[in-house]
């Protein structure tokens, strides 16, 4: 995927904000900076950098690229510009930012808008939402009338995301390690449980050489080759991404 087909779509006053950051966030990652770090670095949650190794390439350059200097400040200016683009139609956005939008910064735009979107109160329901899902979903495998795998992954993704747009700005709600902890009791699927026992194995290291996202990739291997996606008898997939798009606001 380009960057260019990764575009998210303009934000209009009726989108969810953290559903839609999610979709940002995504096609920065995929634009090189000024020295190829993704522009997905000018808004990551901590502005100091985060040395703690995650095993994918990318986001450690997202998460260790330095916020001052001549590139951060091309780059920053650079993320101004997409961010403005996509925010056209949206007059309640470009209120808020009036008064900033001459100094072209990125990264005091995006976190100007986060901190309005999150803190007026518009998504408490979703909050709420969030925090049951966190605590009461769990997967048991491929057949009704359990969670599918693709929604299931999803809908915790989303949860996660949502709790932590709401923390104060560098404040961690859900370390790698709690996420990580909490799996166990997510996941109840028999054929599971050989991966389930590795992921356990690994997070018992120091330092625990896997995140929350690494260990989900490895149970979907796992429930991709039981339940391949492009096989027409299959849950996943196509089938799945219907019904995945009845559960994001």
């Known amino acids: 995927m ?9 934000f209009k006053d009726d989108d969810d904000w953290d559903a ?39 986001l450690d350059y997202k ?14 200016n650079m993320v101004a510009t997409i961010f403005k683009g996509l925010l056209v139609s949206n007059l ?63 809908d915790l993704e989303w949860a996660y995301n949502k709790i932590q747009t709401k923390a104060a700005l560098g404040r961690v709600v859900y370390t790698e390690e709690d996420k990580l902890r909490k799996l166990p009791d997510r996941i109840k699927a028999d054929f599971l449980a050989p991966q389930m026992a590795h992921i356990n194995a690994q997070l018992c290291m120091i330092p625990c050489p896997i995140t929350h996202d690494m260990a989900m990739q490895q149970l979907q291997q796992v429930v991709y080759r039981k339940h391949p996606p492009n096989d027409p008898r299959s849950t996943t997939g196509k089938t799945n991404i219907r019904r995945m798009k009845l559960i994001l606001p």
């Open 20 to 58: 839609w950051v999610l979709t940002l966030r995504g096609h920065l990652r995929l634009i090189p900076g000024r020295y190829g770090a993704p522009l997905s670095y000018i808004i990551r949650e901590d502005s100091a950098p985060n040395p703690t190794p995650t095993g994918d390439f990318l």
């Open 92 to 154: 309640t956005a470009n209120a808020k930012i009036q008064s900033i939008m001459d100094q072209n910064n990125g990264r005091l735009m995006f976190t100007t808008l986060r901190n309005h979107y999150v803190e007026s109160g518009l998504f408490a329901n979703d909050i709420t939402r969030a925090n049951t899902i966190i605590d009461t979903i769990f997967y048991t495998g491929e057949k009704p009338p359990h969670m599918w795998w693709d929604k299931f992954k999803a």
């Open 2 to 10: 380009n960057a260019k087909s990764s575009k998210p779509k303009d």
């Open 63 to 76: 998460n260790n690229a330095p916020h001052n200097g001549t590139a951060f400040n091309d780059d920053n």
